[in-house]
């Protein structure tokens, strides 16, 4: 089993920057083995991805964050982080963190583990 816990949510303003980090526990599964996501999901609305890296660190993003959003992992500090630029009220959202065996995908049923979530607000 691999848990993953989200940080680094908040309010910010228009235009400003947020870091998150997901951390993992990879007490079965080495860190450097998984597939990992980020999604978002804002109220009343369908779960939607964001970026996703793979073990090899190959790296993949929705068109709505293209060019504003960056992932990365640490596989030394068992971290993936979503570095993100340039917010806009449409970020407004839940991110959760999802951790896999596989191929890059944007897909979620492709993901076996899931954080809880962290908030990001932007206000406007």
């Known amino acids: 089993q691999v848990q993953l816990v989200e940080s680094g949510g908040g309010l910010v303003q228009v235009g400003g920057s947020l870091r998150l980090s997901c951390a993992a526990d990879?007490?079965?599964?080495?860190?450097?083995?998984?597939?990992l996501g980020w999604f978002r999901q804002a109220p009343g609305k369908e779960r939607e991805f964001v970026a996703a890296?793979?073990?090899?660190?190959?790296?993949t993003y929705a068109d709505s964050v293209k060019g504003r959003f960056t992932v990365s992992r640490d596989n030394a500090k068992n971290t993936m982080y979503l570095q993100m630029y340039s917010l806009k009220p449409e970020d407004t959202a839940v991110y959760s963190c999802?951790?896999?065996?596989?191929?890059?995908?944007?897909?979620?049923?492709?993901?076996?583990?899931w954080g809880q979530g962290t908030q990001v607000t932007v206000s406007s």
């Open positions: 990879g007490r079965i599964f080495p860190f450097v083995s998984l597939s």
């Open positions: 999802a951790a896999g065996f596989g191929p890059l995908t944007t897909t979620p049923m492709s993901y076996t583990y």
């Open positions: 890296i793979n073990l090899g660190g190959a790296s």
